[in-house]
């Protein structure tokens, strides 16, 4: 996919450009905001935490829609957390279908606060503070 440049979230008002698409671009951020300091977490705490399922996976078990996880891809990391929680599948679908092309689509969600919170605590040093989904 190809890389989009915003604002960074784990350290406004610093600019980043990453696919928005990708796997863990929260990580991506961190790393182009701080790049020596993103090396020296790898190095003491190992790899950044993950996007779901308190940074230990990429992608959530299940969605509340019963939606593919997998499709979650299909959307800009600031949008997942909020899809995955949508009970209903036709609202679910209603945001895939408008917002396909959107690399700006934004969904406020407590999971993705979570999930910018754990790279922080990471980055940090503070990895083992738990953060809740």
Do not use: C
Request: aromatic fraction near 6%; proline fraction near 8%; charged fraction near 20%.
């Amino acid at each position: 996919m190809p890389m989009t440049e915003k604002t960074s979230l784990v350290s406004p008002p610093a600019r980043v450009s990453i696919d928005v698409y990708g796997l863990n671009p929260i990580a991506e951020d961190y790393r182009q905001v701080n790049a020596a300091n993103y090396q020296v977490s790898t190095a003491k705490a190992g790899n950044p935490p993950k996007m779901f399922a308190s940074g230990t996976a990429d992608l959530p078990a299940f969605t509340a829609s019963g939606i593919d996880p997998q499709l979650l891809l299909r959307l800009p990391y600031t949008a997942r957390h909020y899809v995955a929680a949508l009970p209903d599948t036709a609202a679910a679908l209603t945001i895939f279908e408008d917002n396909a092309t959107n690399p700006d689509l934004t969904l406020g969600h407590r999971g993705l606060q979570d999930a910018i919170a754990r790279v922080r605590n990471w980055a940090a040093g503070r990895a083992d503070l738990q953060v809740t989904e």
